[in-house]
DNA sequence: TCAACTTACATGCACGTGCATTTGATGTCA
DNA sequence: TGACATCAAATGCACGTGCATGTAAGTTGA
């Protein structure tokens, strides 16, 4: 009835959806109960560490969203929840004023440092 | 700094990450503009005529409860959607009062057999 | 038989998300 | 210049979700 590849796609999407489900559900509550932060906030502490290595700040708000499954509104929503929680700050660009610089505080990376070592562990948890 | 073992989980997550957004938001997307279901309804429909097969309709909540990624809440309202299209009927067990057997109607079985087609295409085009 | 517990499902509520729109700043071209 | 398109980010809104709780039905044990 079936082509074979068709039974491997359903099959492969089924293991998908399974990982994807307990792995980030466990990261959610994980990152929530320990430090207090939500995944997709993680997430961009994360972007925002590699990309200011050195100081040097260059992360806009439009870089990370290429960066992440993440829509403008939800990112733009996400960044304000960290910057009332005092990890990271917006700064207005001089160059393009539409334009806003994000940087982490030394609170932010703090708590990213210390959430990193769960966040690898749920990982290794479930896919290594 | 490293080991290799947690550079290769990061990768993995990056690239189910990468999988599930894509291939969820475009079944999302196909599913909803083609055959106005969204991704939970139809998986709901799926599990449904897996367990219906030959018209016994044993399917109660809980049996798709465990089978499915979401909550009994979730579920309970999705199965409210679906009644309200008219795609599926709610019956009262005898032996068990305070259980549902779920069946599929004649539209309902209609609009999967539509939808199952799109489904398909898309897990082929992501994952195939 | 009755009180306490458990189960199946529904519902109130808060929250994060995406979409559409708005606001304000930056090109662009006549 | 000035009118118009484009862009970055914020915001109103609707929606689906999970958690906690409620409701009604079944089960257990003295």
Redesign the interface.
């Known amino acids: 009835m079936e082509a074979p ?2 039974v491997d ?2 099959a ?2 089924s293991e ?6 307990n ?1 980030s559900c466990e990261l959610e509550s994980e990152l929530q109960a320990r430090h207090a932060l939500g995944l997709s906030e993680f997430e961009v502490l994360l972007i925002l560490t590699r990309n200011c290595s050195g100081h040097t700040s260059k992360a806009k708000m439009k870089d990370i969203e290429a960066e992440m ?1 993440l829509s403008q509104s939800a990112l733009s929503r996400t960044v304000t929840r960290l910057e009332k929680a005092g990890l990271i700050t917006r700064a207005v660009c001089d160059f393009d004023r539409r334009a806003n610089f994000l940087m982490l505080t030394p609170a932010g990376e703090a708590r990213f440092n210390e959430a990193k070592t769960t966040h ?1 562990a749920v ?2 948890k479930h ?2």
Chains 1, 2 share one sequence.
Do not use: P
Not at 16 to 21: A, E, F, G, K, S
């Open positions: 590849a068709e796609v359903c492969k999407w998908t959806l399974r990982v994807y489900h792995t499954y690898r990982l290794l896919l290594g």
